[in-house]
Nanobody, 127 residues
Framework: QVQLVESGGGLVQAGGSLRLSCAASGRTFSSNTMGWFRQAPGKEREFVAAITWNSGTTYYTESVKGRFTISRDNAKNTVYLHMNSLKPEDTAVYYC????????????????????WGQGTQVTVSS
C-alpha cells in the first residue's frame, strides 16, 4: 500500500520558519516528480512547489518564491518543504503529492496531475 505521510506542521509566528517532511512508503518515488500543495479554509487546493525526480528542476508559485525551498532525499524516499519568513496568509493544510510518470521533468502544478496524496499537515502562522 502506497502512503505519503507529512509531518512538521504546527503553529509559528509571522517571520518564523518550519520544515515539512513527506515520507513515502509502499514504493519508491525516486523517479517521480513530487509536489506540495496547500488548502486554506474555504479555498481551493493550490500549488506551492514541485521538484523533478533528479532534483534537476524546481518550481514554485509566485507567492512563495524566495521564501520556500523544496528538496528531496531519494535515498530516504522523502521530500521536504523548507518554509522561511512565514506570513499569516501561508496558513493552510499542506499536502504532499506524487506524480506517477517516470523520469519526467514537466511542470506539474494542478492537483489532477498528481496520483498519490498524503493526508496533510496543518500550518498556522499567527500575526
Amino acid at each position: 500500500q502506497v502512503q505519503l505521510v507529512e509531518s512538521g506542521g504546527g503553529l509559528v509566528q509571522a517571520g518564523g520558519s518550519l520544515r515539512l517532511s513527506c515520507a513515502a512508503s509502499g514504493r519508491t518515488f525516486s523517479s517521480n516528480t513530487m509536489g506540495w500543495f496547500r488548502q486554506a479554509p474555504g479555498k481551493e487546493r493550490e500549488f506551492v512547489a514541485a521538484i523533478t525526480w533528479n532534483s534537476g528542476t524546481t518550481y514554485y508559485t509566485e507567492s512563495v518564491k524566495g521564501r520556500f525551498t523544496i528538496s528531496r532525499d531519494n535515498a530516504k524516499n522523502t521530500v521536504y518543504l523548507h518554509m522561511n519568513s512565514l506570513k499569516p496568509e501561508d496558513t493552510a493544510v499542506y499536502y504532499c503529492a506524487a506524480n506517477r510518470r517516470f523520469h519526467n521533468s514537466g511542470y506539474y502544478s494542478t492537483p489532477s496531475q498528481y496520483d498519490y496524496w498524503g493526508q496533510g499537515t496543518q500550518v498556522t502562522v499567527s500575526s
